[in-house]
């Protein structure tokens, strides 16, 4: 089962009300990805390599002031994301520091990000970008707070304890939020199956 530990919770109640609860505890803060472009010119000459704009992305500390949590380079890293002459970022904001972006517009989602991007990356007197798509997600990514995998062993230990066999967790909150983890986390959940049907199949 690899649905966010929060809707884990919801499915798994009538098996076990301790893993339920257990998985209910995983705090999830909201993050909004906001797409927005500007024109090549808007990028600040420092910022740029051999006239365009190139590498990954960048990402934002606290200390820096921003409410922006980092920015990725979509039309440098992925052809066909922006016309000849204009550049896509996709945009992070929120999460556990700032979960205030609930109660906010999009258009004010905008404007921040926007306003953060002339103090790191665009000219000031840039023009207003050109908004492709804002989305909030309420509950996006699981903090690893102190005392998260005591949580996760108590989930694990109300499915055990109802005789639930078979039945294994997995995903992000399991594993770690990085694509590497969890990719890492999938073969451990798929040796723990392969060994699970290896014991009750049929020869």
Known sequence: MTVPSHVA??????????????????????????????????????CLVGGELKGFGQLHPRSQGLKTLGTIYSSSLFPNRAPPGRVLLLNYIGGATNPGIMSETESKLVEAVDQDLRKVLLNRNAREPLVLGVKVWPQAIPQFLVGHFDVLDAAKAGLSDTGTQGLFLGGNYVTGVALGRCVEGAYDVAADVANFVSKYAYK
């Open 9 to 46: 919770s919801g499915l798994l109640r009538p098996l076990s009300a301790a893993a339920a609860d257990a998985l209910s505890k995983f705090y999830y803060p909201p993050v909004a990805a906001v797409s927005i472009s500007y024109p090549r010119e808007a990028i600040r000459t420092e």
